[in-house]
T-cell receptor, first 117, second 113 residues
């Protein structure tokens, strides 16, 4: 069985602060995929990043960066110099062959990020 | 390029009624998945359709059923609505395989009274 834990329910920061969203996952498979999605108030889940289990390189995209560590089964997401527009719920997700071979993503409960001006 | 389109955006139904939600996938995508997202929770997988057949199903009762049409669009049907079915229903599409991440629609907000 796969499981995704986002222990932080809500984070509140002031604009320009850096913030890290934690994600811990569980899987028995060696091949799996990890994702981060952003859900603004409009409701649509916006895809941010996908990593496969064989690529532990950290990634930076503008103000966003991701730290993937298989040793601790974590895939954390950092926003540098946060902005009010970053306010949203962020979901970490995992897909692996245990999903009947269809790699169905399982989502964490999400972390609500509130950025105050 | 239109993304995933869902209709209606909001819906209010009475307990015991039936409801049909609709989804048009992103152009080029042939696989459609449905998720239920209760307030304050992460999306929960309902089922996935590919080649007009249900390929995978999550832990949802038979009251939840679906269909996929030859143009890849999909419907989610829920019978005998319960108050607990109140949620945001999200449709996601993906190309065959789905490993590259899903594209989600904005969802249908269903309220059962």
């Amino acid at each position: 069985a796969q499981k995704v834990t986002q222990a932080q329910t809500e984070i509140s920061v002031v604009e320009k602060e850096d913030v890290t969203l934690d994600c811990v996952y569980e899987t028995r498979d060696t091949t799996y995929y990890l994702f981060w999605y952003k859900q603004p108030p409009s409701g649509e889940l916006v895809f941010l990043i996908r990593r496969n289990s064989f690529d532990e390189q950290n990634e930076i995209s503008g103000r966003y960066s991701w730290n993937f560590q298989k040793s601790t089964s974590s895939f954390n997401f950092t926003i540098t110099a946060s902005q009010v527009v970053d306010s949203a719920v962020y979901f970490c997700a995992l897909s692996d062959p245990a999903s009947g071979g269809s790699y169905i993503p399982t989502f964490g409960r999400g972390t609500s990020l509130i950025v105050h001006p | 390029d239109a993304g995933v389109t869902q209709s209606p955006t909001h819906l209010i139904k009475t307990r015991g009624q039936q409801v049909t939600l609709r989804c048009s996938p992103k152009s080029g995508h042939d696989t459609v998945s449905w998720y239920q997202q209760a307030l304050g929770q992460g999306p929960q997988f309902i089922f996935q359709y590919y080649e007009e057949e249900e390929r995978q199903r999550g832990n949802f009762p038979d009251r939840f059923s679906g269909h996929q049409f030859p143009n890849y669009s999909s419907e989610l049907n829920v019978n005998a609505l319960l108050l607990g079915d109140s949620a945001l229903y999200l449709c996601a599409s993906s190309p065959t395989g789905g490993n590259y991440g899903y594209t989600f629609g904005s969802g249908t907000r269903l309220t059962v009274v």
